[in-house]
């Protein structure tokens, strides 16, 4: 089965080449022994299949971040039968560096010039035949998010695939240059030749001084090899400029050259729809304060839609299914543990957690219109300058961005961090950024205590996680990693309309992720609750003297100053370090199971008190995260060290804040 790697700059239109070419036929993993996301799926075209994989977003092809690492090491070790360059056309010089050492690999390469619909809005008009001519390979208009260009893109492509050798693109890097690296593939291919790897690529990497091509191609460091790259280099030298210097300066005469001749823009650069945008949305002094009206605009919105429109109707729906089958078991003799597991367990547990879908699905629409239209980009350029002054880069709230989703790739985002200090601190403040796990509880005590107050109720976590993150942030980077300040350089693409299918998409992954999780992890672990919940035999269940009751109540007295120090509140506190919507399946099973089948808001209002259900959500927000995330922070810090002292310092942070608003709420006379 052929494979086709899809190659190209972030906000490129790579995702969206991605997604008009394998449809629903996509899975997402890791690639094998690191953390970044791998994608692949398949396409099907005149009963033949094929292989697309994505490869992850980059500028260029180094070895300077695992982004840049997993690209090269595809394309050169799993040897595609093609890459699909996308192109952004609005941005060709940026883009075509990658273009262009993509071409000195040997690659069998396809240029999707995207955005093709927004170049001509700008006036910028590109000659494809002298474009395709100059690169030496062929290049296909697109726009992606119509599916524009999309059939011819496959056609292509397929055909490439049937071609034996890839077109040779020939770059002068000066004569200095060129003389060295004939020298040097000269003796490449008499030293090494077997390899699979093209000699004049190698070296060109070996007078850029990338040590890592010893590893990926196997050379051997000899002395005599070694003194001949040295020779090369100080030859290159000699003639006044660095050879990595003159490499990158002549792959960007190579495009200058070729934009000149194929490309033409209007003299004089126009103000353009994002700039009129941006000079309100991107300010100094409103930027901040738009960005937080826009987040409360839709946790309200969230609301209305999701809980008033379509929550009632899930949970209705739920409720009936497990009131269904509850009376078919007893009809049918089944053994009342078997009737006292389905409805208490799952119906209580997991449907408990079911129940918030609607609001999950409608939030996460919200997040995924901003996020196409190109707004959460200007959200980490405007938090930057806050972010500088709390010694931390701005790229950090990025990753902040990405932990609103789930912890895991916001901590495997800090990846794109360049230097240890700032990627530690943005590993250690992403725990209280407020994850999709976390907002069922959230709402499931909106619910009970502020149901016509949820938009700010939920608002105010999440603006509380952000504001812990940074306070953190400063004190980290004052104590454990002083250093110098780094500095926040980013793209911000154009604002666009989000199209239905993208933004559908994006929500649907969300949910669907929720959905396995309640109906693996969140199942698993309700099922040992439940069995926990019901023994020893003679015991009332779910009572205090179950042994899970009896487990609760040896912890419950640390929560007591937080006020929730009832046994069923730390047993589900605890149930959320393996999965945090374990916290409310485990709720809803153990208080269901007290009044036989009383409704949890109900259960919460005899349980709780408005403050004490403040604190239980503050506390949730910020204590100890998920098994998952904890993993990940192992992975990536490589350190078991790293990974207790989150796990307990966030776990103190989560006590104290929670222990402080019920003391200080219940001086000042709140219930």
């Not at 353009?272 to 937080?292: E, H, M, Q």
Request: aromatic content about 10%.
């Amino acid at each position: 089965m052929s494979t086709i790697a899809l190659a190209g700059n972030p906000n490129s239109g790579k995702t969206t080449v991605f997604n008009a070419l394998t449809g629903t036929n996509q899975h997402v993993g890791n690639w094998p022994g690191v953390t970044v996301e791998k994608k692949e799926g398949r396409l099907k075209y005149n009963s033949k299949e094929y292989i697309i994989v994505d490869l992850p977003g980059t500028y260029s092809l180094g070895a300077n971040s695992e982004d840049e690492v997993v690209a090269r090491d595809f394309i050169l070790k799993e040897n595609p039968d093609v890459i699909i360059n996308v192109v952004d056309a609005t941005n060709i010089e940026r883009n075509l560096y990658l273009t262009t050492q993509l071409l000195e690999m040997g690659a069998k390469v396809i240029v999707a010039l995207n955005m093709m619909d927004e170049a001509k809005k700008n006036n910028i008009h590109i000659d494809i035949d002298k474009l395709s001519k100059k690169l030496g390979t062929p290049v296909v208009e697109t726009i992606a998010s119509k599916g524009e260009g999309m059939e011819e893109l496959i056609q292509k492509s397929i055909h490439i695939t049937k071609v034996e050798k890839s077109c040779k693109t020939n770059i002068s890097y000066g004569n200095n240059i060129d003389r060295e690296v004939q020298v040097l593939k000269d003796n490449l291919e008499k030293k090494y030749s077997t390899s699979k790897y093209p000699s004049d690529w190698i070296a060109i990497k070996l007078l850029e001084g990338d040590e890592y091509v010893f590893n990926t191609v196997g050379i051997d460091k000899d002395q005599n090899f070694s003194k001949l790259i040295k020779n090369s280099v100080d030859s290159i030298t000699n003639s006044s400029i660095e050879p990595e210097l003159a490499i990158l300066d002549s792959r960007y005469k190579f495009i200058n050259s070729i934009i000149k001749e194929s490309v033409s823009k209007p003299n004089t650069t126009e103000e353009t729809t994002s700039d009129r945008i941006d000079k309100v949305l991107t300010n100094k002094w409103l930027g901040i304060p738009i960005f937080a009206l826009i987040m409360f605009v839709m946790f309200q919105a969230t609301f209305t839609i999701g809980e008033d429109l379509l929550g009632e109707f899930v949970a209705g729906g739920i409720e009936s299914l497990g009131e269904f089958i509850g009376v078919f078991l007893t009809n049918v003799n089944a053994p009342a543990w078997l009737i006292a597991f389905i409805s208490d367990g799952l119906f209580q547990g997991v449907g408990a957690v079911l129940e918030f879908i609607p609001l999950i699905f409608v939030l996460y629409t919200f997040m995924g219109i901003l996020e196409d239209s190109g707004y959460m980009a200007r959200a980490a350029y405007i938090m930057d300058r806050l972010m500088r002054a709390l010694g931390l880069h701005g790229k950090t709230f990025v990753s902040m961005l990405v932990g609103f989703g789930c912890n895991v790739p916001g901590i495997m985002s800090t990846r794109t961090l360049e230097n240890k200090k700032d990627r530690m601190i943005a590993i250690l403040i992403n725990p209280f950024m407020s994850c999709g796990a976390k907002l069922p509880i959230y709402l499931m005590f909106i619910a009970a205590f502020f149901p016509e107050h949820g938009g700010i109720v939920l608002f105010s976590i999440y603006a509380l996680g952000i504001i812990i993150a940074l306070l953190m942030g400063k004190l980290f980077s004052k104590t454990l990693f002083k250093d110098e300040p780094s500095y926040f350089i980013m793209e911000l693409p154009p604002y666009r309309i989000p199209t239905f299918k993208g933004v559908m998409r994006n929500a649907w992954e969300k949910v669907s992720s929720f959905i396995k999780r309640a109906g693996t992890i969140i199942f698993g672990e309700v099922t040992i609750l439940w069995i926990l919940a019901v023994l020893p035999l003679g015991v009332e269940p779910y009572s205090q003297g179950s042994i899970l009751g009896k487990i609760g109540t040896f912890v419950s007295p640390i929560f007591k100053p937080a006020g929730f120090g009832n046994w069923e509140a730390s047993v589900g506190l605890f149930a959320g370090i393996v999965a945090k919507e374990a916290v409310v399946a485990t709720l809803g099973m153990v208080h269901a199971g007290v009044d036989n089948g009383t409704k949890l808001v109900i259960a919460l209002q005899q349980a709780f008190t408005p403050l004490s259900a403040i604190s239980f959500m503050v506390m949730t927000l910020l204590y100890t995260p998920c098994a998952a995330t904890l993993g990940t922070i192992k992975r990536e810090t490589n350190s078991v060290k790293w990974t207790l002292f989150i796990a307990l310092y966030t776990f103190l942070i989560g006590w104290v804040s929670a222990t402080l608003i019920y003391q200080i709420g219940g001086l000042l006379g709140f219930s």
